[in-house]
Nanobody, 129 residues
Framework: QVQLVESGGGLVQAGGSLRLSCAASGRTFNNYAMGWFRQAPGKEREFVAAVNWSGSTTYYADSVKGRFTISRDNAKNTVSLQMNSLKPEDTAVYYC??????????????????????WGQGTQVTVSS
């Protein structure tokens, strides 16, 4: 059974930092792009960041570029999201996801919810002003 489990969410003041982690089990995702998405109440799920299978290429939403960093450790089957300079508008449930297909994931494809087959249960991030 494939599982993605997020951790590291919580409550933080504006300007603070959090580090989210996603642990995969049930299979290896070393050949698959991984992504982070978020969903705020009443809004659609939106792309945050993605990393290609090797970790050599990353993509970010404009709203988080320069503040968030995605990384992966294929030896541990994990992907992380370092979030700095957090803003109240970053408040959302954050989801980890694994690409539907192995190999290359384009800048366009990696930003699409439909690109991903496996999803975690989400972790809440709340940024207070």
């Amino acid at each position: 059974q494939v599982q993605l489990v997020e951790s590291g969410g919580g409550l933080v003041q504006a300007g603070g930092s959090l580090r989210l982690s996603c642990a995969a089990s049930g299979r290896t995702f070393n050949n698959y792009a991984m992504g982070w998405f978020r969903q705020a109440p009443g809004k659609e799920r939106e792309f945050v960041a993605a990393v290609n299978w090797s970790g050599s290429t990353t993509y970010y939403a404009d709203s988080v570029k320069g503040r968030f960093t995605i990384s992966r450790d294929n030896a541990k089957n994990t992907v992380s999201l370092q979030m700095n300079s957090l803003k109240p508008e970053d408040t959302a449930v954050y989801y980890c996801a694994a690409d539907r297909d192995p190999g290359y994931c384009s800048s366009y494809g990696c930003r699409r919810v439909i690109q991903y087959e496996y999803w975690g249960q989400g972790t809440q991030v709340t940024v207070s002003s």
